[in-house]
């Protein structure tokens, strides 16, 4: 079976700091995802990639970037962390459908 | 307004009783999927139901379009039930792209 490590598990940076999250997967999956959840919301879609070097905006894009530059990474960077951004960041990846959509155990970011 | 409204917002059941969760959505749809999430924990497929009524052991999701509802009824619930459970619809069957509810904390007491 395949897996999805996202590192690091917690990351804690300064207001105003750049912050890359990693994710790699080894399921060979074309998609990849970047959510974001708020302590007792749902999952908001922050970023997507649907081959190596392609890049779509989710519906949260802004004040992130995001890099594909393979078909197994998938990085997230927040450009300037901010205290309300404060969340876990999950990354997912699937293949053509949303039924084969598989998670990682998530980014729990933290910015003093 | 939010396309996908969960209810409800939480539930705390003795062991052994039943669990119904709903899902309501206010635009059409090409699936439905119901996730399990431990706390702290990554998120786990327990259904990909766009319509209909699948069965997995104690758990059972039915999704009626028609309606705009789906719900996941969780029989002789166990402890170990316990964590947030979500639902998310995607529009676009291609994309994958989910839409996600605000999620149901379930709370099983011995």
Known sequence: ?112 | GQQVQQSPASLVLQEGENAELQCNFSTSLNSMQWFYQRPGGSLVSLFYNPSGTKHSGRLTSTTVIKERRSSLHISSSQTTDSGTYLCALAMNYNQGKLIFGQGTKLSIKP
């Open chain 1, 1 to 112: 079976g395949g897996i999805i490590t996202q590192t690091p598990k917690f990351l804690i940076g300064q207001e105003g700091q750049k912050l890359t999250l990693k994710c790699q997967q080894n399921f060979n999956h074309d998609t990849m995802y970047w959510y974001r959840q708020d302590s007792g919301k749902g999952l908001r879609l922050i970023y997507y990639s649907i081959t190596e070097n392609d890049l779509q905006k989710g519906d949260l894009s802004e004040g992130y970037d995001a890099s594909r530059e393979k078909k197994s990474s998938f990085s997230l960077t927040v450009t300037s962390a901010q205290k309300n951004e404060m969340a876990v960041f999950l990354c997912a990846s699937g293949g053509a459908s949303a039924e084969t959509l598989y998670f990682g155990s998530g980014t729990r970011l933290t910015v003093l």
